[in-house]
């Protein structure tokens, strides 16, 4: 399977879906959009991957190969292709297909439970896996359930924590990806935004977690990319 990644910050790429992905055999392109590299064509990919991001889907002022990318995903979803996006990614794959994109009433940014919906735990995709995992979070913006997709998950303090359209677009605002390299490497580069809050943890909470909370997402992400794949 060809797998192409859109990356919009060098700090958060594919992480341990390139582990993944070499251990199945797929191929893994990257467009650092933030970079100038140019989009995919919808002919060399299966599977779209879309990242996350400081950026939020409005800046496209600051930002303007978002407006290029949010077309391309829309391609992509209308021809028929499989598409992840994490975080920033699954904000734009929710507005493409007609959400409204807003700012949640708090951040969340650390380890922090969410709980798989009833009609999630319902869906093949999501059928089996545990049912309130620890996850890894970073984002302050939120979006309301695009129009026939299945709720699957939430938290807390966001109710739309994932969803899945058309049983081959799967948006995740969290981060199942994450190692301690690359949790490392986004407490450095926005650490603007690690302020006392409960939602928040520090730096040092963050990177305190054992190499079993990253078994355990790790897991959780190679069991959702195998089916949905």
Known sequence: MRIHCLQHVPFEGPARIGDWAEQRGHSLAISHLYAGDALPTLDSFDL????????????????????R????????????????GICLGAQLIAEVLGARVYRNPV?????????????????????DL?????????H??????PRGAVHLARSAHCEQQAFLYDGRVLG????????PDSVAAIC????????????IQSA???????????????????????RLT
């Open 107 to 127: 951040k969340e940014i650390g380890w922090f439970p969410i709980e798989f919906t009833d009609t999630g735990l319902a869906d093949p995709l999501c059928a």
């Open 69 to 84: 990318e949010k077309a391309r995903i829309e391609q992509s979803i209308a021809a028929g292709k499989s598409v992840l």
């Open 140 to 145: 302050g913006d939120t979006f309301t359930l």
């Open 204 to 226: 040092a909470e963050m990177r305190a977690v054992g190499t079993q909370a990253y078994a355990a997402i790790n897991r959780l992400l190679e069991t959702l990319l195998d």
């Open 48 to 67: 779209l991957l879309i990242m996350g991001g400081p950026m939020g889907v409005a800046d496209e002022a600051e930002h303007s190969w978002l407006a």
């Open 188 to 199: 450095i580069h926005c650490a603007d935004e690690i302020t006392p809050a409960a939602t």
């Open 130 to 138: 545990p049912s309130m995992p620890m996850v890894f979070h970073w």
């Open 172 to 179: 995740l605002q969290f981060h199942l990806e994450s190692t």
